[in-house]
C-alpha cells in the first residue's frame, strides 16, 4: 500500500516541489492518556488561563501557537530533516506532519515550514533549544540557502519560543528524569509500548528509503512524530492548570 494512502496523507505540490502531508484532528489520534488529558482538560488552554500563567504570552491569539517537533537522520547538524511533526490550536486540536518522502524532498518541506512561521506568534518545543532549532536553522540555511541575509529562525519567531524542556524542570523538580518519554510516563501514564524507539528513527528512514522495508515501519515514525507534538500541548496544558 501507498504510504500516503497507509497514513492517511496526500502529497503536496508546494512552489515546483513536493511532500507527503498527514494532517488527523485529536479524535483521529486514538485513545491514549495524552489525548485523553487534552481532551478532558483542553480548557486549560483558554487564552485566560494561558496568559496568566505566562504573561509574555498576552498579544498572542490561541490560534497562532505551534507545537513543533523534528526528526532527523542523525544527531550531529549536518544530518537531514526528513519530518516535521506539528499540533495547532484552532477550534479543537489537530496534529499535522510534513514528511519528505526521499532526501530530496527535504528542501520542501522546510520550506513550507518556513513560510508557515509568519503566521503564528508563540513557538513550542522540547529540548528545542538545544536540537531542534539549531538544527533547523542548519539546514534551512546552510543546507539549501534558504534564509538569504542575516535574519535567523529565531528572527522569524519573534522571539516568542518556549522550551518546553526547561519549563518542566522548574515546574517538577522531583521527577526523575525529564526525556519525553519519562514526563509522559510519570505526569500522564502513558507508556508507549508499541511505539518505535526514538533511537530507532533513523535507521527506520534509513530503510525506507533503500526500498528494505515496507511502509509499515516509516507510518510509525509519522506516527511517533504527531504523537510526539500532542505532548507537547498536553506539557502546556499541565503548565496552565489551576494549582491547589
Known amino acids: 500500500m501507498a504510504l500516503e494512502k497507509l497514513v492517511g496523507g496526500k502529497i503536496i505540490s508546494y512552489k515546483g516541489e513536493s511532500f507527503l502531508l498527514v494532517e488527523k484532528s485529536l479524535e483521529e489520534m486514538g485513545d491514549n492518556p495524552i489525548t485523553r488529558y487534552l481532551a478532558e482538560h483542553k480548557q486549560n488552554l483558554s487564552l485566560d488561563k494561558v496568559r ?13 501557537m505551534l507545537y513543533f517537533d523534528v526528526e532527523t537522520t ?9 519530518s516535521i511533526g506539528m499540533t495547532h490550536l484552532t477550534e479543537g486540536i489537530n496534529t499535522s506532519c510534513l514528511f519528505a518522502r526521499d532526501y530530496w524532498e527535504e528542501r520542501a518541506v522546510l520550506k513550507y ?34 534564509l538569504h541575509d542575516s535574519k535567523s529562525l529565531r ?25 519525553l518519554r519519562s514526563v509522559e510516563k510519570l505526569v500522564f501514564g502513558l ?14 528512514y534509513q530503510e525506507y528509503i533503500n526500498g528494505t522495508d ?20 498536553a506539557i502546556f496544558a499541565y503548565l496552565c492548570r489551576e494549582k491547589h
Open 113 to 146: 515550514f518556513l513560510d508557515l512561521l509568519p503566521e503564528h506568534h508563540a513557538f513550542f518545543t522540547y529540548n528545542g533549544d538545544s536540537f531542534d532549532i539549531p538544527r533547523l536553522e542548519k539546514r534551512i540555511r546552510n543546507a539549501h540557502g534558504l
Open 74 to 82: 542523525g544527531l550531529s547538524g549536518n544530518h537531514a530533516i526528513f
Open 52 to 64: 496568566k500563567r505566562f504573561p509574555g504570552l498576552h498579544h498572542v491569539p490561541k490560534n497562532a
Open 191 to 204: 507508556s508507549r509500548r508499541e511505539d518505535i524507539a526514538s533511537s530507532k528513527v533513523p535507521e527506520a
Open 214 to 233: 515496507g511502509e509499515e515501519k516509516i507510518a510509525r515514525v509519522i506516527q511517533h512524530n504527531m504523537r510526539d507534538t500532542l505532548t507537547l500541548a
Open 155 to 179: 528572527d522569524f519567531m519573534n522571539s516568542a519560543h518556549i522550551d518546553l524542556y526547561h519549563e518542566m524542570r522548574k515546574a517538577c523538580p522531583g521527577l526523575q528524569d525529564y526525556t
